[in-house]
């Protein structure tokens, strides 16, 4: 700002210029026997004085080219020096004189920020109609609000959720992203508006609750604090329809579930559905969002991180989070149950153990594949044990800190085949894409008495690695991780055998782009995941 102040005369070396005007002999001669200012400040003052043929730069001499002052250019090049600068510097620029603020109005200025900075792409020359400026849109709407766009979890029990703020042409909209129907974890994702901004008129923006059935609404948002902000709707009364509860209830569950409560012949069922109802139905879209991360990617990984929907049995579809940490993987659920709520890790993958599956007819023996990955079990606990340290497995009554004890493993007959480069080497990934190129891999079915949501598995997956699933009772009660074997099918979906539960997963990847989703570093994201783990723990 010093800088650009000096660049028309004024600012900071006008102000020394009147000083030197009101000194006496006497201050005048004490200031001559100061020392000499930092010689680099001496050359930007004067360069910048000279930009704007001002004071301060020595006089040219004969064979020194011609300067030409930064006001003397013409307003249309000023004009595209200016919309290439970052929006948030252009009102410093205002206050340098009144040639740039005036300039500073001229709409192409902002049009372009609003396209390059917010991805505005429609024609900003229909808000002329209303009397709105891209100026105005660029002030009063995207830069004030700019805060909440990205991926945001809202505070709601153990369900959460995954809300995704965007700019949507004149508005900003708060997208609640919804797993498909159940069992169908191949389809897209559906989403349903909670929320709106935009402005009218020339003044504030204007929040608007999308909630309900009767249209928008008037609403608040208020930013609580970085990475969290709030949403309330002042008329709640457009929440509620002319059957009464009933006639929302059946409403919520063609929308939630894409059927009717009638279509549902599970007891326990039909219980989780009518107690998530009455359980989210009461925030009446009041509620706090606290933001995650898009996980970051490594080369090395064994396939690209990201979202992905999943099947959980007699609780449907749910969202979750895999991501990468050096020689493990993790699941961490982005909406959740009663059981294992939002934020808590769901699965965890040990990329160090890969585990050799038998042929399709020995898999088709679920003591078969116990028997395989208690093996790979035990043997993961037993060199737990020995990093550990005798004086910490007396403590712990030999138990792994991450897997409870569950009784003793059978013998071990073989040791389990693993296959791959060592830990950290990135063999397994590289393997993993030599057969997604080559388009082989090994015959996969589903062991005899394992359940699944979803008949419509992949019958061919890449490789199998050890791991451990989040089980727990009613409530997130007696929580314990349990084996299980992850299996990787191709880049876009892997499965996960719970060994106790004799139950399989399925997950699909989110296929969708995400704007304002990146960590700012990978630090960020380790902090965000256990600030989301924290809430439900």
Not at 71 to 91: K, N, Q, Y
Not at 256 to 280: A, N, P, S, V
Not at 318 to 336: N, P
Not at 445 to 452: Q, R
């Amino acid at each position: 700002m010093a800088v650009c102040a000096r660049l028309c005369g004024v600012g900071p070396s006008r102000g020394c210029r009147r000083r030197q005007q009101r000194r006496g002999p006497a201050e005048t001669a004490a200031a001559d026997s100061e020392p000499d200012t930092d010689p680099e400040e001496e050359r930007i003052e004067a360069g910048a004085a000279t930009l704007c043929g001002v004071g301060g730069g020595r006089s040219a001499g004969p064979s020194s080219p011609p300067r030409c002052s930064l006001l003397e250019l013409p307003p249309e090049l000023l004009v595209e020096i200016f919309a290439s600068l970052p929006g948030t510097d252009l009102p410093n620029l205002a206050q340098v004189c009144t040639k740039f603020r005036r300039i500073l109005h001229t709409d192409t200025i902002w049009r372009r920020r609003c396209r390059e900075e917010y991805g505005v792409c429609e024609n900003l020359r229909k808000l002329e109609i209303t009397g709105v400026s891209c100026r105005d849109v660029y002030a009063k709407l995207l830069h004030r609000y700019r805060h909440i766009l990205g991926l945001w979890q809202p505070d709601i029990g153990p369900y959460g959720g995954l809300l995704n703020v965007v700019v949507d042409g004149f508005f900003i909209i708060g997208w609640m992203y919804l797993p498909p129907h159940d069992p169908h974890v191949d389809d897209p994702m559906r989403f349903k508006p909670l929320f709106r901004i935009h402005l009218m008129e020339r003044k504030s923006a204007t929040v608007e609750c999308m909630y309900g059935h009767r249209g928008p609404h008037n609403g608040h948002i208020q930013i609580v604090k970085k990475d969290e902000f709030s949403t309330k709707c002042n008329q709640t009364d457009h929440h509620r329809m002319s059957g009464g509860r009933q006639e929302e209830f059946r409403t919520w569950l063609r929308e939630e579930w894409g059927r009717t409560l009638e279509d549902i012949f599970h007891e326990h069922m039909q219980e989780l559905i009518l107690m998530k109802f009455i359980y989210t139905s009461q925030y009446d879209n009041c509620l706090t969002y606290r933001r995650i991360y898009l996980p970051p990617s490594r080369p090395d990984d064994l396939i690209r991180p990201g979202l992905f929907k999943g099947t959980y049995g007699s609780h449907g579809l749910e969202i979750v989070m895999l991501s990468f940490h050096g020689q493990r993987a993790r699941g961490t659920k982005i909406t959740g149950d009663p059981n294992i709520p939002a934020g808590q890790q769901t699965v965890e993958i040990d990329l160090r153990h890969r585990i050799q599956l038998p042929d399709v007819e020995s898999l088709r023996d679920f003591s078969e594949l116990s028997r395989i990955v208690l093996e790979v079990r035990e043997q993961v606990r037993q060199e737990e044990q020995q990093e550990d340290g005798p004086e910490d497995t007396e403590g712990r009554g030999q138990q792994s800190p991450r897997e409870p004890q569950l009784g003793p493993a059978p013998p071990c007959k073989e040791p389990p085949a693993k296959l791959g480069g060592e830990p950290g080497d990135g063999g397994a990934a590289a393997e993993a894409e030599q057969l997604a190129h080559s388009g082989q891999g090994q015959p996969f079915v589903l062991p005899a008495g394992v359940s699944s949501r979803n008949e419509d598995y992949p019958r061919t997956c890449r490789m199998c690695f050890y791991g451990t699933g989040l089980i727990a009772g009613h409530g997130f009660t007696s929580p314990e991780r349990t084996p299980g074997v992850f299996i990787l099918f191709d880049e876009d979906r892997f499965g996960f055998i719970w060994l106790e539960l004799k139950s399989f997963s399925l997950y699909s990847r989110v296929q969708a782009a995400f704007r304002n989703a990146d960590a700012p570093s990978p630090q960020a994201f380790e902090e965000m995941l256990k600030n989301i783990q924290s809430l439900t723990s």
